[in-house]
């Protein structure tokens, strides 16, 4: 059920109250963001997938009768939306070599703001053999189809209740237990393949 | 005692994992991965994989993320979507009936008041 402050800031929303927009923006950009970033693989993708949920959010805020929390109703719209650009990317693995780079050259110029000029010539093994896992879970993640990409990042990375998955996917916490067994058996299959083939 | 085969105890990994066996079968499976050495591999595999998701770093939205976002809604809707900014605070409307009733009753004291001192002029 919803809080009073979600009650609060729908009501406003329905009132077309640009504030609360923001508010929601605010509140929710990174959960979505993240959600749909590990789905798709890739920032802009990410990005303007993000941005279609709000906008859908604002216009179809009316149809939200408020009997699951509002974060639910979004990560719903958030996973819908995923899935289906993903069915119109025809399943097309977004893990692009130059995305991965960029992503590792990021962290560990990161790391070697805080720690020091040693650090970036050094290349700390840990932060690199961190980052290749990162970047093989990714890959991993994206191999598996987006009925199974969505269990695993709902509960494995997004840590959310079964009863909360179930909210958002419309499925039964059984069928999402069997199905997220199966793709985390996918990804093991596929880490196990990846490992020992390097 | 229950003895498991390696598909019976590959099917018990997510529910183990995620601490969501009976006592029984936690037993059961963790007897079999001390004797297969086929399923201890495999489940050392699940077990980091697992681990490895739920250590992902969360991606924040990029900076300009809320800029670009009124952007579009503005942009899709010739910036008609939301209502025209309200300047200051917004007064209910409860207060707003009170205080014209207040100006109503005002104005009937006044004629009121005002009509009988006319009379009384000569
Ligand atoms: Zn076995």
Redesign the interface.
């Known amino acids: 059920m919803m809080s009073l402050k979600e009650h609060l800031l729908v009501r406003r929303l329905r009132e077309r109250d640009e504030q609360a927009f923001k508010e929601a923006v605010r509140l929710y950009q990174h959960k979505v963001y993240n959600l749909v970033y590990r789905m798709v693989g890739n920032r802009e993708e990410a990005e303007d997938v993000a941005q279609e949920v709000f906008v859908t959010v604002l216009k179809s805020i009316d149809t939200f009768r408020g009997d699951s929390k509002f974060s639910t109703w979004l990560y719903r719209i958030a996973a819908n939306h995923t899935k289906n650009r993903m069915k119109y990317l025809g399943r097309r693995a977004y893990n692009s070599t130059s995305e991965l780079t960029d992503a590792t050259e990021r962290e560990a110029q990161g790391k070697s703001d805080t720690a020091g000029f040693k650090t970036q010539i050094a290349a700390p093994d840990a932060v690199l053999e961190g980052l290749q896992m990162e970047q093989l879970v990714q890959e991993a993640i994206a191999s598996l189809d987006e009925e199974h990409r969505v269990l695993v990042v709902l509960r494995d990375i997004e840590s959310l209740s079964y009863e909360e998955i179930g909210a958002i996917t419309g499925l039964n916490e059984g069928t999402v237990k069997s199905r997220l067994h199966r793709a985390r058996m996918a990804l093991k299959d596929y880490m196990a393949k990846r490992i020992e083939g390097d | 005692m229950v003895v498991l085969d390696h598909v019976q105890a590959?099917?018990m990994?997510?529910?183990y994992w995620e601490k969501d066996l009976p006592a029984d079968q936690i037993r059961a499976l963790e007897e079999h991965l001390q004797s297969c050495v086929v399923c201890k591999k495999?489940y050392q595999?699940?077990e980091?994989?697992?681990g490895?998701?739920?250590g992902?770093?969360?991606?924040?939205?990029?900076a300009e993320?809320?800029d670009?976002?009124?952007g579009?809604?503005y942009k899709?809707s010739r910036g008609r979507?939301?209502?025209p900014?309200r300047t200051g605070a917004r007064v209910p409307w409860e207060v707003i009936s009170i205080v014209m009733l207040g100006v109503i009753l005002a104005i009937y004291v006044v004629l009121t008041l005002g009509e009988p001192q006319k009379l009384h002029l000569p």
């Open positions: 590959t099917e990994f997510s529910a495999e595999t699940f980091r994989t697992v490895a998701l739920s992902l770093h969360k991606m924040a939205a990029p993320f809320s670009d976002l009124r579009r809604i899709r979507f939301f209502s900014k």
